[in-house]
């Protein structure tokens, strides 16, 4: 580096990771993916939350047949509840390749409604997998972890976005958002939905969102619904803010009539 750009402080690095230039660095979290959706001319998404651990169902077989004969009962267990996860896997690619094909479908000149996902393995390949094998754009909100792959081979060229602030990936989520979808996940998966339903709740965030949770039986046992409004601690109508689908097809009707209601004509057309 020439002496004459060392003095700018916008090219030095050891400037730039300081404590100083935290609010440069966030403003580039900012700014970098707002350009980077203009340029791919991408005006919404269609976000899908979900576990990074759960696995295709191919991979989970082919991991149960190449097991050791003396494997443990232990060890196989874990195998088999990968393949029985693996449904999630599968159906999120079975619905993001559908909303992608029809998001496809919309005569806009830009590009509505595209399936976008945290970026990563598990529930988030598979959202970027659909979309991509409907030949669709397929965006990925990566973060950086210590201990966790970022990025997949699904995502579109230039539409990996990551980041290192997790409340600006929120952010990113959440600002061009139509609708979403959560699947079963753990801890990461329930502080973005219950982030999203918080904002949508206290109205901060205004637009019409069509929220899906898809499976009743995960979403029943983990969340008890009934039991908070019996205690008085959320509303009844807290309860019409998302829609729980059990199926594929059930998930799409309801996404697409929501999104044509809200999002093509009404509120927020």
Do not use: C
Request: no cysteine; net charge positive; proline share 3%.
């Amino acid at each position: 580096m020439s002496k004459e750009n060392k003095d700018r402080f916008y090219y030095n690095k050891e400037f730039l990771g300081s404590p100083e230039g935290r609010s440069v660095r966030l403003l580039s979290e900012y700014y970098g993916p707002f350009q980077r959706f203009k340029r791919n001319n991408v005006q919404d998404t269609v976000v899908f939350f979900g576990s990074a651990r759960l696995k295709s169902n191919e991979e989970a077989k082919a991991a149960i047949n190449k097991a050791p004969k003396n494997i443990s009962k232990k060890k196989m267990k874990i195998l088999e509840t990968d393949l029985e996860m693996s449904f999630y896997y599968e159906a999120a690619r079975e619905l993001s390749f559908k909303m992608t094909k029809w998001s496809k479908k919309l005569k806009y000149k830009k590009k509505r409604f595209i399936v976008t996902s945290g970026g990563g393995p598990g529930i988030m390949e598979a959202a970027n997998r659909g979309a991509s094998e409907a030949k669709g754009l397929a965006v990925g909100l990566s973060i950086s972890l210590p201990f966790e792959q970022s990025g997949n081979e699904w995502i579109s060229d230039d539409l990996e976005i990551n980041f290192h602030y997790f409340f600006m990936r929120k952010f990113w989520f959440l600002y061009l958002a139509k609708a979403m979808v959560v699947w079963p996940g753990g801890v990461g998966t329930l502080d973005e939905v219950m982030e999203a339903l918080t904002l949508i709740q206290t109205k901060k965030l205004r637009k019409k969102i069509p929220i899906v949770l898809f499976d009743s039986h995960f979403w029943n046992k983990v969340v008890n619904w009934d039991f908070l409004v019996e205690k008085g601690v959320i509303s009844k109508s807290d309860l019409d803010l998302f829609h729980i689908s059990d199926t594929v097809e059930d998930a799409y009707k309801y996404l697409t009539k929501k999104i044509r209601a809200t999002h093509l004509s009404g509120p927020n057309f």
